[in-house]
């Protein structure tokens, strides 16, 4: 199966997994380009839609460079009065981090950034749709939490993603673009394979991927694979309306 066809299926490792590397510095994008064009000068099939991904990295990181605001500060200002909810610490933000919002897709992303310290590319688009769309918070509570959590953290993708989704960045989706978790994880998780593989409550037998998230979170947090799914914090319905609503008196 070629890159583009992979991508975005959550059950598979169709992406190359360079993130951290790249993060590090232990390969450089100059180096993925020229072997890539190389490669594509053989006579190699179907490259195009992975090279344009660190061309993405590229454009993130000459935005830092040129606008650094975008790093704290929403990077079209006609987003600062927007009314969104800065509480780190709010139950609901509290049960975003934990993979305990009530939302398949979401609980199951959050999870698998607390196992592997990774994620894949659309669950972070969805997860972050989730939060600054469905619950109302800034983007900026997200982006540290990725800064926190991921292994793969790059300033320059990570706040360039947020805004993306967020819409308030440059060349970013537009805010009444608001993902629905479960019909992304019906697209993209036809068999709910990624799903399971991350929230066990509810199976008979977990695989060990779903038990290792009890044992990567601080045991404060008394969650146990024998629990029940939690209602929606936000059900989908209401959290777009609501977000759809605000938007159209910013
Ligand atoms: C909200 C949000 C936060 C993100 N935070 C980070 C982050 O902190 N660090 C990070 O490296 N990426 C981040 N990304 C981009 C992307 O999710 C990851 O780069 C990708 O999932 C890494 O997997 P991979 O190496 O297998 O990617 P591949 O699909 O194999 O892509 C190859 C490389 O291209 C670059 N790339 C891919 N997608 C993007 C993108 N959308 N924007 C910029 N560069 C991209 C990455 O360096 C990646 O390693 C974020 C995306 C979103 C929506």
Redesign the pocket.
Known sequence: MTYKAA?DRLAENG?????DN??YGEISPRTIWHLGQKAIASGAQGLEP?LR??A??DF?HHLMYHTPHMLQENWREGWDNFPWNEDTESSAVMAWKMGTTGIDFVDAAMRELWVTGKM??RA??VV?SYLTKHMMVHWRVGEQW?ADQ?I???PA??A???Q??AGSGPDAAPYFRVFNPDTQLEKFDPKRAYFSRWVAEGQVEPPQTALDFFDAIPKQAQLSSQDTRPKPIVRLKEGRERALAAYSAK
Do not use: C, E, K, P
Request: proline share 0%.
């Open positions: 991508r992406t190359s997994d360079l993130s790249l993060a992975f991904q660190i993405w990295r993130a894949h590319n972070r688009m972050a990725f991921l793969d953290y790059d993708n990570n360039m993603g947020w993306w989704v």
